[in-house]
């Protein structure tokens, strides 16, 4: 597995995205409308790692009990079922493979409650 992106929970997600353009030199990556709200990843042009920035409005009923204040890791797998099954294996809490947005995923806690999601 890898770091794919780091997820920021934020207040006023355009705002951020032009901090993170204007003033610290990175582009947008990626943009996605979901549920009426607008996700944007930004990162440096020559590396493969990325800020998500989600709206905390879109968190209001907050499925997982996510803190927010804490950003969220989303890694990536090339076989995600192998992942899956190789964390199982080594007695990690993780839940079923699902599909959310068109993609495939599931989420893994460490030992003091943090969720990582990871994707194929």
Known sequence: MRVRYVVLY????ES?????ID??????KDRKDVDGFTIVQV???????????????????????LDLATPSIALQ??????AHAQLIECGVTAMEIGEHSGIRSFAFSDPEGRWFAVTG
């Open 43 to 65: 990162g440096f042009a020559d590396q493969p790692f990325a800020f998500e920035l989600v709206p905390l409005a879109m968190m209001a009923d907050n499925p997982y009990n």
């Open 23 to 28: 003033q610290v030199g990175m582009i947008e």
């Open 77 to 82: 797998a090339d076989d995600l079922d192998a």
């Open 10 to 13: 934020v207040n006023d997600a």
């Open 16 to 20: 951020c995205r032009r901090f993170w």
